[in-house]
Structures are given as C-alpha cells and as structure tokens.
C-alpha cells in the first residue's frame, strides 16, 4: 500500500480524497453519495462531538430525539422551508419487501404509504409539530433542544465529508417567547460555533449574516461562520438561524405571555455536520498527509521503538510504559507501537499520513544518553530532548503545537482577505489570489445572483463587526453602504 | 396536568405507557410507529450509551459510521438473513419531489431509483460488503467495530421504547480469523451486557443461548440475557451473535492466513437498544411512577427548600449552595429546585414521578436543628438526618438504592424461576404466577412452535450454566437431556 499522495500543488481536489483515503477517515460506499466512517475518522468526530455537546449543556440545552421519517405534507407548511428542502430527498414510499417465488426479493406493491415519508434533510417541521404538544404557556418556554442525527439530502455531486447524501450531524431547535431572546441565542449559538472552530479545530473563522440569497429556506436572518481553506476557497463551516414566527405560525404553535395574551412563538436552529472534518483536514494538512490539532487527535502521543534485540525492545519498553503513565495521568493520549510486523520507516509515515501530533521515537543510545528523539507533525522538525522533565515538555508541545496551527491558518486567512474595487479587479483577484474578497455590493439579489453566475463566487457572508462605509457596487455602479465578503467556496 | 397514573395490578400495560409519558420519557409522534425521545428519557439513554461505550472500547472496540441505507440486493446475497429481515422494512423508491403545479408536493416519478434502498434495519449486509475492501490478510484481523445509530423495522404494533418502527441502538459487527476467536467475543460482549444490565440497571439477567427458531437470522448461534419484568414476563434486553461464515461467504470476505492459505472470515455482530428503557422501567418502577437507579439517573439528589418569606429562601440557599458544591465534587448530580411558580408538594410528586433516587427537603427548621430530610424513591421512606457528614451519608446511600433495586429484583426473579414437569403444570403456572418456567423440551423446533402457539410462551434460552438432566419433554413426552426456560416475553 503506497502512501504517496498527490501534492497541492498538482491537484488540490485529488490530494484533499488521498488524504480522506490514505488517513483511513472515510470511504465511499456501496450506496450511491454515502460515505462509510472509518474509526480513525470517527473518533475525530466523537471528539468534536464530546466537546460540542458539553458547550451546548454547559448553556442550558438538552438533548433529545426527533423521527427520522417526515410525512410529506409537513413540508408544504413552510412556504419557503418546502422551496428548499423538499426538492432532492430521499422518499419512503413502501413498507415492505417479498420474495417474488423465483428467488428475488421485489417491493412488495400492496404495501404502498398513504402518504410518502421523506428521510428527514433537517427536522424544523417534525420538531415543531410537536413543539405544538408541548407549549401552552410562557413558563414552557425556553425549549432549548438539541439533537445528534443523521440527515439526508439527495446530493448529486458528492464528496467525502463536504457534501455526501447522508452526514451527521446536530441540529439545535428553540422555542422563546420574545424575538430578542430568540436573537440572543441565535448568537450565542454562533459564537459557541466560532469558539470551537477557533479554539479546538485551530480553523480562524469570520462571524458574520448571509445575504438573503444565502439564507436558510424558512429563516429571517441566517448567521455563519467561514472559514477559509488552502486554496483560497471558503467553507461555511456552521450557522445559525434566526426563524422568526415562520414555523410556529405553519404548525400553529401559540403560547399564553405573562400578559395572557396569544402569540405564536419564535424559534432558533443551528448545526453543524460531519463537514467540519473536511475543514479540519483542508485548513491543516499537508502534502505528507493529515495533520490534526492536538485537542482533536484521537491519539497525541505515539511512541516508536528502535530496536535491534528484544532486550533492547525490553528496556525501551519498561521506559515508555513508565512514561506512558505519566502522559495518561496529565489527560494526554499515547499509543506506543511495538508491532515487530512493520519497521520504525513505516511507522513513521503512517502517523505522518494519520496527522498524529507528536511522534517520540526511542533507541537504545537515546537509553544511554537519557534521551529521546521527538517530532512534530505540523512543522516535521525533529529534536533530540531529555528524558528529564519530557512530560511537561510533551504537555507544552501540545499547546504550542495547538496555537501555531491556528497561527498559520489566521496569518494564510489575514493575507487572503483582499479589497477589490472594480469588478475586473474583482475577477482577477479570484482567479490568482482567491481568499476571501471585500467588496462593495448594491444590496440586491439581482446583482449576487449576476456576479455568482458569472465568476462562481458567492457573498460568504457580511461580517459582524462590519464598518459602514459609502462606496460603489463593483457590478452595478449603484451606491452601496459596505463591502461584503465575497469567495469561491465549497 | 395530572401526575396520577394507573396501578400496576389494574393493568400492567397502562401502567407502564402512563409512566413512560407522565415521567416525560417519550411520546408518539406524528410518523406512524416512531417515538420522539424526550430530554428525560435522553438523558438516560445518554448514560446507557456512555456506560456501555466505555465498555467496548476498554475491550479494544472502535466505533465507525456506515450508511443509513442498504441495496435492496443485498439482501438476497445471505439466504436466512432475507427472511428474518428483509420483510417489513422502509424502502426507498425516489429521490426527488415535485411542486404539481397547484402548489402540492408530489413525488417526481422521474426520479425512481434503479435499485430500491432500504432504511437498515440492522447492518450485517453493508459492513460485510464494506469489509470486503478491507480484509486481504491474517494481519488485518481482527476487526472489532461498532457503531451508534438508528434503524428502522416495520412493525405494525408498537410499543414506547419496546417496539417502534425506529429506535436507536448500537451495533457490534467484528471480523475474526478462528472460529474460537469469534465464539470468544461473541460471549465476551455477552458477557458485558450483563454486567452492564446488573450493575448499572440494577436487572438481573439469566445468560444463555437461543433454541435454533428463535435466533437471529443468519447466524449459527444466539446468545442473549434475558430479564424478568414485573408482571412475570421476560424481556431480552441484549443479543451476541456468532455469525460462522455466513456474511463473509455471502459477501465473499477472504484472509490469506498464517499458514498461506485462503479462508473465509468468522463474524461476530451483538446489539442493545432503546428496549433497554423499557427494561429500565418496568423492573423498578412503582405506581408512583419512575425508579431509576443511581448510576443511570442523569439527577440523583434533588433539593427542595421549603420556605416562608425571602430570608428564609436565602438562608436555606446558602446552605445547599455549599453542600451541593461538596456533592458535585464527589462526582454526585443535584439539582437545586428553588422555582417560585411550584409548591414543595408539586415538585415532591413530580420528581417521584421521574424517579430521582433521592430527595432532600430543607426548612427554616431543619436549619435551626442542623439537620434535612432525606426520602430515597425506591422504598419511599423518609429520615430526619444531622447536616454533618451529609455529603458521606448521601454517597452511601446512593449506593445502597443501587444495591437494594438489584437485590429487590433478583428476589423477584428467583422467586419467579418456577419448575414444570407437565404440560397441564406448564400452563397453569403461565396462567397464574408467570415468570420462567424451566421445562424439558425434546430439542426440536416442532414442539416448540406447537408450545408457542398454544401457550405465547417461547423459549426464552438455555442458560449458559445449565446442567444436563435427564427426564421428559413436557409435551411430546420424548426423551430430554436438560430443562431450558420458558416463558411469555415482550
């Protein structure tokens, strides 16, 4: 099995699926758009899960589980959810099989649905049909609920964790009795977003709002997070939404205010999908392969013995295992390797190609001089450090190692955001630079729809802390009150 | 809203549906045969899975993600596997929707599939195909898998957490290259899901094998923990599965072993699900409502300060501020509940209801006599106890809730394993004081299924530490060489 991958360079698409592939993340499966989730992928994701799902608890919600099935004319309520959702999605239109008699298994056609089922694309009209259940009053709100789930979208180009048919991911859904309050948390959930991937997954992200072209079919105000990737596209990499009445007032969902009177309620959603891993793996990597910030990596610390007899393979072990406990006992995660199938070279550049962080190799001179040899994946330099003290060096090396990923990726996104003040400009930029491109934007759909037309580019979003700024509409000439923040993106 | 629920004697079954939504576990929801699982049931859940994930991966388990669906084909590759599920399941037949034009949703007829999906209702089929790709050699093996997710089985009488169309589970599928090895792991997870079903749901459980009719399809041998509810019926609440070769010749999964030569691998696949809820419920529960043991009950200490004016609320807050800060530090959940909108009397019956173990009650009084009263939900008794050593007191007393639940149901089970030697006895005991009934049975799946459909009662297992005993089966009067247990189950 070669571990050579495409670089960069050469094919930035071909070298983002090697490294899905040759890093054992994901696979394609047998079933057309779905991908398989290999352990060594999953258990970056159950990480990012963990964590997650203690942010979320840590700020009041709950976690909960809604159908995975959604009767077909739920989807009508919504005017605009339906535009949205309804449309490329897996459809449930039988409840059983039978052996046609030759030995074929055949739909069994006398087991048609009354009415089709589609496999949930995301869950705001099962979770607010019954949201109806459950609120009568304003002391059973705040509902703050979250879900982990599977979805499906029926996706006709695929590919592995950015857009595959079905992903996980959590989707949260609250009920407040007040637009503020709704607000509130549409932006509490979008920091919390921003602080994950700033401080765990070491991706810079831009905090901003779609343009209306942009947003979530059924939402009022759409918030995102954007990240930007090696080749200067950007990846939406979380949102939330601000859903107004919208679907309180398609399921009929009203409350009695502390004043007595009726109002429907206002509702949040916000998630984040198993596409946070390609974003993990486009913002870091290599052309060595994966490399995954230490606060994410399943494993932190792998350990290689250098041997030439088993009572070299001995002592170096009582070593390791001895600073193995060590390690544990401070919460790092090692794996010491001593198959005696693969030689240390093939060891090396598979936890190179797996992204593990921190590689400490360990022979029997290093035993002599008290001495171990580590390297670190994201820059590959190699040191040869003392055994004295090499638990608290391994515990800053982590850290260091955390802050100049994120370090990287924050000094590539602050050189790729670029002003563009003509639309020549503008095109040009996203045909040598890329990145993300401030620029002035008449504020309307027509001209968004033009530009994304004509160069694939998109408004990513308009920038939270945004200045106001007079200027002139790179496309239409007409005025405008601030740059927008345009790019090509995944 | 109403906490009363019906007893148990009045009927059993209401009982436990009243318990189930009362308690706010789950509810029906607008999909026919699907349940939404609530905050309160979540959590438990969550527990359960946390416990038993811990569990698998301390006996070198990986989890992985495959997909939701499954070729219809697939089904066919393994003979005794389509029957048994291939039947009444989801299928998916489209993968678009339409807008007819009149502002219907339709579904877009020139958007069939080629080939059906079905929504899995296990994974025995897709992980094979998928291992296919994996497996070349010895040194590939074993693979020791597992994966959280939903599954979807047709069924057209359900049941809250005991039998919904889909309910979550987790999914063991490992690859082996002996067949000891896999019978090995087959009892080894076995053998985890009992310790987790005594230890942690407090539920004794009877350990043993499937007669041939009753075991999964598909594979050679069925291991299962069978629990006794309290109405006398047993419930399974975890299966281990020796598949042989069945899956890997299906799906044609060959090694290359030490030895050279090529052979087909041995598979292994075990699950629990969502049924362990109702295990949960029906085993502890009284007709106050909800039991739920320590380890499992996502809040063990809820404090209710019974209070006057302000002074008093806030004297008696200070006071349950530091103790539940002591309590939390000894990795203890409490919950303080100082709402203003309910009386003590409210929340006493609510949290009896969902079966927080223990309950501390604290007064302007109880303050002056530096004491506070304590009810455990199990035994309903109430004690006046000092405030010093409090956090001690607490801890133990969780820990003999745990242990009395366990001793209280085993009591019940062994009380409830009941020697037949008649078929005239068989039925009488059915009919009057249930439970297990251990019989002679001539070892054939004829007298079984006549056992069945006369009595409801199957056989539950052959207990793993059975003797062999020779006497006459209760029916056919034929030879027997051991009693195995039956009983009428959920």
Redesign the interface.
Known sequence: MSKEITSREADYSQWYNDIVLKADLA?H???RG??????NG??I??KMQAILDKMFKDTGH???????????????KEASH?EGF??????????????DGN???I?DETAKLEE????RPTSET?IW??YK?WIQSY?DLPIL?NQW??V?R?EMRTRLFLRTA?F?WQEGHTAHATAEEAIEETERMLHIYADFAENWLAVPVIRGRKSPNERFAGALDTYCIEALMQDGKALQAGTSHFLGQNFAKAFDVKFTGRDGKLDHVWATSWGVSTRLMGALIMAHSDDSGLIIPPKLAPIQVVIVPIYKNDEDLSKISSYVNELSLRLKGMGISVKYDDRD?QRPGFKFADYEMKGVPVRIAIGGRDLENKTVEIARRDTKLKQTVPQEGLDIYIAKLLEDIQQCMFNKALAYRDEHITEANSYEEFQELLDTKAGFISAHWDGTPETEQKIKEETKATIRCIPLDNKLEDGICIYSGKPSIQRVLFARAY
């Open positions: 696979e499966s047998a079933v779905c991908m398989v989730i290999k352990p999953y258990a994701w159950e709950q976690n909960a589980y809604f159908p995975l099935f959604i009767p077909k004319s739920f989807f009508s339906v309804a449309t490329e999605c897996a459809v449930v239109t039988h409840y059983r099989l039978k052996n030995g074929n298994i739909v089709e089922l589609i496999v099962i049909n019954t259940g002391r609920i789930a599977n499906v029926w079905e996980l199938t």
